[in-house]
Antibody, heavy 121, light 107 residues
Framework: EVQLVESGGGLVQPGRSLRLSCAASGFTFLDYGMHWVRQAPGKGLEWVSGISWNSDSIEYADSVKGRFTISRDNARNSLYLQMNSLRAEDTALYYC??????????????WGQGTLVTVSS | EIVLTQSPATLSLSPGERVTLSCRASQSVSSFLAWYQQKPGQPPRLLMYDASNRATGIPARFSGSGSGTDFTLTISSLEPEDFAVYYCQHRYNRPNTFGQGTKLGIK
């Protein structure tokens, strides 16, 4: 059974940093691209970032480019999102999602339950 | 950035009815479009990928069609569990944007 478990969310002040983690199990992690998708309270879905199976291809939404860094550790079956210079508009539920191919150009076929990030003073 | 526009924003129907949801792209995305279903308090669930392929475990009452800029998701006969929010997403280029969603409610 595919499982994705996010952690690392919480309340943080504007301008500070946070690192999200996603522990994957139930599939061969290194065979698939991975994504972070967020959802602000009561709003729709926003794709944040994606990474290919071998980390060769990485992309970001314009709204987080230069502030967020996605990475993965295939030996640890883990995905990460380093979030710097956080803003109030980054407040959202952050989902880790498995891609349905090795590429970053993939759809999200399994999702975690999300971890909530609240940016507020 | 490719903008996906979903219509209608909301609709109310009864179980057993047929429904067609629309997703229009601001430029061609070929067939690289997916549909997701999201219920309150749950993560999204992939329904269709690459326009017309049902994801694993998705019932046959769900079907997708389209290419280029115009896509549809059809539910042939609504079940009570189908009332939810539906999103489209493309993977033609980055960012892989989502549509704003269509909320399907019970009449």
């Amino acid at each position: 059974e595919v499982q994705l478990v996010e952690s690392g969310g919480g309340l943080v002040q504007p301008g500070r940093s946070l690192r999200l983690s996603c522990a994957a199990s139930g599939f061969t992690f290194l065979d698939y691209g991975m994504h972070w998708v967020r959802q602000a309270p009561g709003k729709g879905l926003e794709w944040v970032s994606g990474i290919s199976w071998n980390s060769d291809s990485i992309e970001y939404a314009d709204s987080v480019k230069g502030r967020f860094t996605i990475s993965r550790d295939n030996a640890r079956n883990s995905l990460y999102l380093q979030m710097n210079s956080l803003r109030a508009e980054d407040t959202a539920l952050y989902y880790c999602a498995k891609g349905n191919s090795y590429s970053m150009s993939s759809f999200c076929d399994y999702w975690g339950q999300g971890t909530l990030v609240t940016v507020s003073s | 950035e490719i903008v996906l526009t979903q219509s209608p924003a909301t609709l109310s129907l009864s179980p057993g009815e047929r429904v067609t949801l629309s997703c229009r792209a601001s430029q061609s995305v070929s067939s690289f479009l997916a549909w997701y279903q999201q219920k309150p308090g749950q993560p999204p669930r992939l329904l269709m990928y690459d326009a017309s392929n049902r994801a694993t475990g998705i019932p046959a009452r769900f079907s997708g069609s389209g290419s280029g800029t115009d896509f549809t998701l059809t539910i042939s006969s609504l079940e009570p569990e189908d009332f939810a929010v539906y999103y489209c997403q493309h993977r033609y280029n980055r960012p892989n944007t989502f549509g704003q969603g269509t909320k399907l409610g019970i009449k």
